[in-house]
């Protein structure tokens, strides 16, 4: 979602969004942060366990049962992290509208 670039996120949070733009969707030459796959992260500030509502492109995406499991791996590095979960979701669909300006840039769309 191209607001999550506009929202001040604590230094943790940080770190972990930095984590999520380490991981490309296979397809598409842009992490998966600016992608707007991430529709909610949520850091639990006691425990410092991460939720993680994302979705992919498509329903069909070859890497629906890797990406989740891939995601949760790389977030699980970063320093400080407890538990992570990572959900899966295709309400509402993704699209091109979600992509941040970076990622627009990126591919040449703006």
Same mark, same amino acid.
């Given at each position: 979602?191209?607001? *999550?670039?506009?929202?001040?996120?604590?230094?943790?949070?940080?770190?972990?969004? @930095?984590? /999520?733009?380490?991981?490309?969707?296979?397809?598409?030459? &842009? #992490?998966?942060?600016? /992608?707007?796959?991430?529709? *909610?992260?949520?850091? *639990?500030?006691?425990? #410092?366990? &991460?939720?993680?509502?994302?979705? =992919?492109?498509?329903? #069909?995406?070859? &890497?629906?049962?890797?990406?989740?499991?891939?995601?949760q791996e790389t977030v699980k590095m970063v320093e400080g992290v407890? @538990? &992570?979960?990572?959900? /899966?979701?295709?309400?509402?669909?993704?699209?091109?509208?979600?992509?941040?300006?970076? @990622?627009?840039?990126? =591919?040449?769309? =703006?």
């Amino acid at each position: 979602m191209a607001s *999550n670039n506009q929202i001040h996120h604590s230094p943790f949070e940080a770190k972990i969004i @930095a984590a /999520l733009r380490s991981v490309f969707d296979p397809e598409i030459p &842009v #992490n998966i942060y600016d /992608l707007g796959l991430i529709y *909610n992260l949520q850091v *639990n500030d006691q425990t #410092n366990d &991460v939720y993680i509502l994302m979705t =992919l492109t498509s329903p #069909n995406c070859p &890497v629906a049962e890797d990406m989740p499991l891939q995601v949760q791996e790389t977030v699980k590095m970063v320093e400080g992290v407890g @538990a &992570v979960k990572v959900e /899966l979701t295709f309400e509402p669909p993704w699209d091109k509208d979600m992509l941040s300006e970076s @990622a627009l840039l990126e =591919l040449g769309l =703006l």
